[in-house]
């Protein structure tokens, strides 16, 4: 977490940012509010602490106006206040501000009053940060054991993964469990969607843009490298990402630094990169699709995760998790799942993997009767293959039965004609006729 001191007392910075260390926070100090938005702009802040009464007498409460409206994702504001100024502090809370102090702070006020501001701007930041619960990992196949054994080891270290396999495996499940299981885990979790972002648009996306750096640039916005600052950086779909932008992401990660657009000067980021493609990313690389020095700047650690049909152990685990996960989300008691329910899913290609299988178990679960899932309901049957396909011989014998009845109508039934037309001996013929059970109904053999 990071932490702006804003006071102009020498004496509070000291004890202010002491406090803060001593948390493990990171502490930024200024003394006017110049200096606060110089640090405000580079570094992304979490908890503003600020001093009411500064220079000014009103300073504090225009500042407090001033980041809302020009910053995008502004800090949480815990104002400190002296035996003076509660007024101002008051009206400084019905502007907005989370939290006040007073002065001097209590090591335990302020800690607690910090944290709690950390807990409410990550609410309000939410779609930058992921739940430990929110997503599980099922499944007991030893593919996906040694996939959560490589998962485990590289977690804590801020090493680069790429991650790989067909649509729907699990890929980004994955990367989230990489960052949840590091040391990143309380950061930010941002993706990057190599695939849905217009050309145009990239940079702005990416490293975002300061505020008049365009007509309609109305507020400075953050990109995604900076928003995953102190997180992780999910680079989704890499093997759809344009050159182009391939050379920008290559060279942020150089540098470990970006450039908002139209800013003045470098931005230091921090962020672990998890990229994910279900692309041949090899093949694309020696086609010269993607640059090598990315490729093998991302590819540190590998993680391939297989299709579905090629763990079939996990199938069964898989669709009884969806179907209580969804039954409850539906208000449905599901008790009883038909065995063939389970033969059909055990059966199935699942083309669309996980994904495939869960939106199966989200329409088994609508479909349910009687607080019963059943093949019927979704209006399936279950064939084996060996019912779908009956055996080799019994299949050869269909298809000469059929051939040669055609064969016979097209000469009027005459044996001797047909066996010609054939090049086929007569008698043999005549033998496969009675084996085959084929009736002649009005035979024009004269012989
Ligand atoms: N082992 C698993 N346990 C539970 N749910 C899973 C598992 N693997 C995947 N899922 C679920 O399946 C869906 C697809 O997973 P995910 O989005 O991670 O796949 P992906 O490989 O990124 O797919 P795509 O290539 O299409 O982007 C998600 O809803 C995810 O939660
Ligand atoms: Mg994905």
């Known amino acids: 977490m990071k932490v702006l001191i804003v006071d102009d007392e020498k004496n509070i910075q000291k004890i202010l940012s002491d406090i803060i260390t001593d948390n493990e926070w990171k502490p930024f100090v200024a003394g006017t509010t110049e200096e606060a938005e110089d640090i405000l702009k580079r570094e992304f802040i979490d908890v503003l602490l600020l001093d009411v009464f500064l220079e000014r007498e009103r300073e504090g409460l225009d500042f407090l106006q001033k980041i809302r409206t020009d910053y995008d994702f502004p800090p949480e504001v815990v104002i400190i206040t002296g ?18 102090i007073e002065k001097p702070p209590s090591i335990e006020r302020l800690t607690f009053a910090i944290k709690r501001a950390y807990e409410h701007i990550k609410n309000t930041r939410k779609r930058l940060y992921i739940k430990e619960d929110e997503t599980p990992i099922i499944g007991n196949s030893a593919k996906l054991k040694k996939v959560m054994g490589i998962v485990k080891s590289v977690a804590p270290t801020d090493g680069s993964v790429l991650i790989t396999g067909e649509s729907g495996v699990g890929k980004e499940l994955i990367a989230k469990s990489i960052h949840l299981n590091s040391k990143r885990k309380d950061g930010p979790f941002i993706i990057v969607n190599s695939a849905a972002i217009p050309a145009d648009l990239v940079e702005s996306e990416l490293f975002g843009y300061e505020k008049g750096a365009f007509t309609n640039a109305l507020k400075m916005k953050r990109g995604r490298f900076e928003l995953a600052d102190g997180g992780t950086l999910f680079l989704d779909e890499i093997g759809d990402m344009s050159l182009k932008t391939q050379s920008k992401i290559l060279r942020a990660l150089q540098d470990k630094k970006i450039e908002r657009v139209g800013g003045e000067g470098t931005i230091k980021v921090d962020v672990r990169i998890i990229a994910a493609t279900n692309k041949d990313i090899e093949k694309m690389t020696k086609e010269g699709k993607f640059r090598e020095d990315l490729y093998y700047r991302l590819n540190v650690v590998r993680i391939h995760i297989d299709p579905l049909k090629e763990r079939k152990e996990d199938i069964k685990p898989l669709f009884n998790y969806y179907v209580n996960k969804f039954s409850q989300d539906y208000g449905r008691m599901v008790k009883k799942i038909d ?9 199935e290609e699942w083309k669309g993997n996980i994904r495939e299988l869960k939106n199966f178990a989200e329409k088994a679960v609508i479909f349910s009767k009687n607080d019963e899932i059943s093949l019927s309901q979704l209006g399936l049957k279950f064939e084996s293959l060996k019912e779908k396909f009956g055996s080799f011989s019994l299949a050869k014998k269909e298809f000469e039965k059929n051939y040669l009845e055609k064969a016979l109508a097209a000469n009027n039934f005459n044996i001797s004609q ?21 009736k002649i109904e009005d035979s024009k053999d004269s012989d």
């Open 83 to 100: 035996h003076g100024t509660i007024d101002m502090a008051i009206e400084a809370v019905k502007m907005g501000a989370y939290d006040l």
């Open 418 to 438: 047909t066996a010609k037309m054939l090049i086929m001996d007569k008698g043999n013929l005549f033998k496969k006729i009675k084996s085959l059970g084929i």
């Open 339 to 347: 065995s063939d329910v389970y033969k059909y899913i055990l059966n």
